[in-house]
């Protein structure tokens, strides 16, 4: 077992954690699993929005040798904060928000370094989402340089409803993608703003893009068509900080 993470192990101590509201990243169960008391399992994850994923059973074998029963559950490196409170604060400090929305992007290192940009450019937060995203760790955390730990970090469930409510915020979204028609230098951040970022492989899905008030993308000169994501969000996040520095 990896000694840095803290986990629990077995069916009933993950639904007790459940229930005494213990802060969950993940939940992995075994391929294959079944019976009422897994079902009562799967439902209460559901009900408490704690993403799971169906594994086989050598990974669990990796992370105990002991007896797991099909199930173990990562708790979280970080409190959460949710996102509602993330904009409350934000606005709280004068300054005009910007948000980091990450779409996809599920690499912890990636996570990390977004973060560690992110804090340098004074961002308000980041929010990922439930299922589909880089788990908070201690290597992101250590990859961010603890910036994870020290800045608003808000897990949603969907990330479609985290858009609209931003938008009735006040924020404006903004999409990085190479699919955008304005440059980056071209788009004003001075405002309330959330940046989303997709997956390098992906890009940002076709669901969130639509919502997105701009589509704006980072110049390219050279002859490989994408940055990694981590150094495309430095490079929108410090172009928001020059307009900022300059207004």
Excluded: W
Aim: hydrophobic share 50%; proline share 3%; with cysteine.
């Amino acid at each position: 077992m990896d000694e840095k993470i803290n986990y629990i192990i077995g069916m009933r101590p993950v639904m007790e954690a459940v229930m005494a509201g213990k802060k969950i990243d993940k939940v992995f169960l075994k391929s294959g699993m079944g019976g009422d008391l897994f079902a009562e399992l799967v439902a209460l994850l559901r009900e408490h929005n704690i993403a799971f994923q169906f594994v086989p059973v050598q990974r669990l074998e990796k992370i105990s040798r002991g007896r797991h029963q099909g199930v173990i559950a990562q708790l979280s490196s970080i409190d959460y904060v949710p996102l509602e409170e993330a904009v409350e604060n934000a606005f709280k400090s004068g300054d005009a928000p910007v948000f980091v929305l990450l779409d996809g992007i599920s690499d912890v290192r990636n996570l990390g370094a977004i973060a560690r940009s992110a804090e340098c450019a004074k961002a308000s937060a980041i929010v990922v989402p439930a299922r589909g995203g880089a788990l908070v760790t201690p290597d992101s955390v250590k990859a961010s340089a603890g910036a994870l730990v020290r800045m608003n970090i808000s897990k949603v469930s969907n990330l479609k409803e985290a858009i609209y409510y931003l938008k009735d915020a006040g924020f404006k979204v903004v999409a990085a993608t190479e699919k955008g028609d304005e440059m980056i230098y071209n788009v004003d951040f001075r405002g309330a703003t959330a940046i989303v970022m997709g997956s390098e492989g992906k890009g940002i899905s076709p669901a969130v893009l639509a919502l997105c008030d701009v589509r704006c993308r980072i110049p390219m000169l050279g002859e490989i068509g994408s940055l990694n994501v981590s150094v495309a969000t430095s490079i929108v996040l410090f172009e928001a900080v020059r307009q900022r520095i300059l207004a």
